[in-house]
Nanobody, 123 residues
Framework: QVQLVESGGGLVQAGGSLRLSCAAS????????AAWYRQAPGKQRDLVAG???????NYADSVKGRFTISRDNAKNMVYLQMNSLKPGDTAVYYC?????????????????WGQGTQVTVSS
């Protein structure tokens, strides 16, 4: 089994920065594509940023130029650097990843989700 755990959320003033981390653990062969999503109260869960195994990234228009997604394949870690934060960025942020894992001597793959971490941006 594989687990994803997010950390780094908290309360920050508008204009500030936070770095979110996503740690994968378990019987991992490799992490393929990974992404960060966010969900504010009363709103749908939206893609914030995605990254391929090779490091090619894409972003929602609302965060382009402010957020950066990155990864460390050797450590099975994914990060989201958030700069110039706005109150509208307030949400629960979730890490998700397509993970290849060992299953009784064979390889399987599926999507995993973390539990989420709260980011609150005050004005």
């Amino acid at each position: 089994q594989v687990q994803l755990v997010e950390s780094g959320g908290g309360l920050v003033q508008a204009g500030g920065s936070l770095r979110l981390s996503c740690a994968a653990s378990g019987s991992i062969s490799r992490i393929n594509a990974a992404a960060w999503y966010r969900q504010a109260p009363g709103k749908q869960r939206d893609l914030v940023a995605g990254i391929t195994r090779g490091g090619i990234s894409n972003y929602a228009d609302s965060v382009k130029g402010r957020f950066t997604i990155s990864r460390d394949n050797a450590k099975n870690m994914v990060y989201l650097q958030m700069n110039s934060l706005k109150p509208g960025d307030t949400a629960v942020y979730y890490c998700t990843a397509d993970v290849s894992y060992f299953n009784s001597g064979s390889l399987s793959a599926r999507d995993y989700w973390g539990q989420g971490t709260q980011v609150t941006v005050s004005s």
